[in-house]
């Protein structure tokens, strides 16, 4: 029934790189007319390539660029037909030099490794395999791996490199499936991590069952035998195990390529094989260029060039570990990630490598948890020593400098990339120095807050008045389900004179995480949940509580000091993270373009969309024909005296101050039926006394919904009474009356009707079912959050669990 607008992952991908493209860190356009592979001409100036994937600098190498452009001569620009049909000669020279290169195993060449990926898994998984993913195998693995889910495919995900989860997955699941599929980097990506090879082999003797799949692209060209990439070098290929790897990055070209030792998947995959067949080939032009780079793996040159690079990479090691930087990767691949921590550092420390004429990348959430981001860089055969000099010296200078100019502590930093910070007489840290002019006043409990104070900032703002406060920690407190036990933290700043100038509160509590998720994914992990309770929870620190909703941050930006106040804020949520052990950490609702927008995304806050919140402020109307005519909408207008108006004499209404234990069992028992139906908003249901606390308080109040003449109680609304608006909170429903009596719209009229009966200036309806609020003239307002995660394996098994 209610529908939200659920955040996607793509829109958190869009916020966080749309923002380092403004601050002109990604998406950069470069100008030069000419590459050789040591620079990028940018805004004018030269800087040094440290960013690029051609390891061994093939891509400009003499007999690749003249294959290519003898072949082009002779066969033209492309051919244009299927595989299915011709196999032009080129490209069977192509692959059969590509089989001698892997020792005889089968290989097929594509437009991409992506390509290559999307064919072979569509044709080797079979419905009754299991695929385990590791959470960082790479986006172009994941994506086809939930289209084998339309063929009844199970695909679960591990922590990465976690070889103890992935055995355990192993061992539950081994009598269950025909095959089990762990598929996995050779090299990783972003950290320039490696698989361990050693225990992968000992799983493998363990389980026949077992085989393994591998995107070896990054590991392809600078190691191994022939240049056939980690994995080949460390497990070979056979029967179960299939590598996919590429003929771009060190390979020098551009393209695919899958390497099979078992000749029936090669043959089943070389007939039809999707992409392969009904896609273009490599062109001509692609080709030569990787024949003449696959002579090359075939000769000795190939072990000039690695050593080359090798000694390339010893001498960074040796660099990057005199100049004490937070280097977290493998000394063993030419892929480097430098820890800087908060994104708004690493803007500033990536920048100012750029200013300094060096080129490298920026890695953030959600690729990396949003406390761990770091700059990123890659080493090639086009580097010199002397660069490695300037581009070590630069990070070291100007990484702390960067730390320091955000406001962050150098000392964390390291210690959050495990690192011992050694300080030096040429690098002073300084920390920084906050106004000693706010006093910050913390809290556990709305009874030890002024109530004046409170509700100067907060009476107007949904159910979080001194009283509303009250009821919450009542209802959440001294519960036997953890879940339903929430700590409460409050803090108030002010200045020396009294004057407040920030004031909110968070929630401690163990949330869903598939809370916004589709609803499609939420019913999935439910299904889990009903033997594994807390299966994809996480104890989350969240400003506001899931019983309320609203602006729950009071500021006066006009004072002097707001900022500073905010930098306190920032403070007090990390201690009280750390306080309650919270995973993740939600600053919610905020509008676009709030004051706080900015900062939260410069500390390290990805933005997220919540769900719709939906404001009525009606002149007061006296007669539904008033009502009518405040809304332009004629298709709301009919809606309303169809639905509404015509089976509102079925209805005995009641409205009450104070509900018996009898009759607060009713009306939680409808709110379950609410909850249990709807997967849009899921959240862990409330204690089962939520309505009995709730009949204490005077500023709360019931509406009962009942067919007349009968007793049977089928709706309830449970509405908040402000001083200047009403909240009508929850709402529960039998649903056998949706369809028959239109329950729900009836429910709808009535929460509108006694905000208007109460003469508030405004009521708010809540999230959810914007269509149905917006016909009575409600207005939607776009909510955003900003999150916050210790480690994004939770995110990516959600994002996995997708369809």
Known sequence: MAKINHNNYLDVVDNVWTSAKEKGIMHINSEEQSFKGEKFSIK??????????????????????????????????????????????????????????????????????????ISVIATIIKPDDLIILDQQVHFSVQFPCKNTKLQGTEVKMVRHSNYEMLEEMIRENYNKYNRIWYMADGVYSMHGDLPDTIILKRLLDKYPKLHLYFDDAHGMGWVGKNGAG???????????????????????????????????????TDIFGGPLSYSHPLSPANVGAAIASAKIHLSDDIYTYQSELKDLMNYMNLR???????????????????????????????????????????????????????????????????????????????LPKAVEEEGDSVERVYKEFGYHLQQKEDCLLVEPIKNSNLIVEEYTTIHDINTADWNLMFKDRGNISHSGMQCMEEIFSNNEQPEENWS?????????????????????????????????????????????????????????????EGDFIYQDTQHTEWRNSVNYLFDFVSKVKKDI????????????????????????????????????????????????????????????????????????????????????????????????????FNFFAYPEKTVKILSKYSDWEFLEFRIKGSDELIGCIWFFIG????????????????????????????????????????????????????????KSIPFYGYLKVDNIYNLDLLSSLSD
């Not at 290929?237 to 695919?256: D, H, P, Q």
């Not at 908060?342 to 750029?354: Q, S």
């Not at 809304?631 to 089976?647: G, H, W």
């Open 44 to 117: 004018g100036r030269e800087l040094i390539n440290f960013g690029t994937c051609g390891y061994l600098g093939l891509e400009t190498h003499p007999d690749l660029i003249a294959g290519s452009i003898e072949l082009t001569r002779k066969f033209g620009t492309q051919l244009s037909m299927s595989r299915a049909y011709i196999r032009p000669a080129y490209i069977q020279e192509l692959e059969e030099l590509m089989s001698q290169l892997f020792d005889g195993n089968k290989v097929i060449c594509y437009t991409s490794t992506s390509n290559a990926h």
């Open 230 to 268: 980690y994995i080949y070098d460390r497990l070979g290929a056979s029967e179960r195990i299939v590598i996919i790897s590429t003929l771009a990055k060190g390979f020098g070209c551009v393209g695919g390529m899958a390497i099979f030792a078992d000749s029936e998947m090669y043959r089943r």
């Open 320 to 398: 990057l570990e005199e100049k004490n930087l937070t280097n977290i990767s493998s000394p063993d691949s030419p892929i480097y990630f430098i820890g800087s921590g908060l994104n708004k550092v690493t803007r500033n420390f990536v920048h100012r490598i750029l200013e300094e004429g060096i080129y490298v990348n920026t890695a953030t959430f959600p690729v990396v948890p949003n406390d761990k981001s770091g700059l990123r860089f890659t080493l090639t055969r086009h580097n010199t020593k002397a660069d490695i000099d300037l581009l070590t010296d630069a990070m070291a200078y100007h």
């Open 488 to 548: 409460f933290h409050y803090i108030i700043v002010k200045d020396k004179t009294g004057k407040l100038v920030l004031a909110t509160f968070f929630t401690g509590a163990i949330y869903k995480d598939d809370m916004v998720a589709q609803e499609n994914v939420s019913k999935q992990i439910e299904e889990v949940r009903k033997t594994d309770p807390y299966y994809l929870c996480s104890k989350t620190l969240a400003m506001g509580s899931l019983f309320c």
């Open 581 to 680: 052990d919270a995973k993740v950490v939600i600053f919610r609702d905020f509008e676009e373009g709030g004051f706080l927008n900015q900062m939260l995304e410069d500390e390290g806050y990805a933005k997220m969309r919540m769900p719709n919140t939906n404001i009525i402020s009606h002149s007061k109307w006296n007669t539904k024909e008033e009502l009518l005519s405040l809304l332009n909408s004629k298709n709301s207008i009919n809606n309303i005296k169809r639905y509404v108006f015509k089976y509102e004499d079925q209805f005995d209404v009641a409205i009450k101050k104070k509900l018996t234990d009898k009759e607060a069992e009713k009306h939680y028992q409808l709110f379950l039926n609410v909850k249990k139906a709807n997967y849009a």
């Open 723 to 778: 001083e200047n608006h009403a909240c009508p909170l929850i709402v529960g429903l039998n649903y056998d009356y949706i369809k028959s009596h239109h329950l729900y719209k009836q429910i709808m009229y009535y929460m509108v009707k006694r905000g208007n009966d109460l003469g508030k200036a405004k009521t708010y309806l809540g999230l959810t079912s914007d269509y149905e609020k917006q016909k009575y003239g409600a």
